[in-house]
């Protein structure tokens, strides 16, 4: 499964430990699956930080069962 992640940041690796706890479903590392989600959330972070620009990262997930 692909997942993708707005940002202003290249990120290669998640990492969960270190992630802001205070967001709406608490500490981790959010992803989407929808990739225009991730889009209008990076140019958000992006526009609250004027010398950033949007990054969407994207990941291949796998499918454990």
């Known amino acids: 499964m692909i997942v993708y992640h707005g940002s202003t940041e290249i990120i290669q690796k998640p990492d969960v430990l270190h992630s802001y706890r205070l967001l709406d479903f608490g500490q981790g590392f959010y992803v989407t699956t929808v990739k225009e989600q991730a889009m209008r959330w ?14 969407v990262n994207c990941y291949q997930m796998a499918d454990n069962y």
């Open 42 to 55: 990076a140019r958000r972070k992006a526009g609250l930080q004027k010398d950033k620009s949007a990054v």
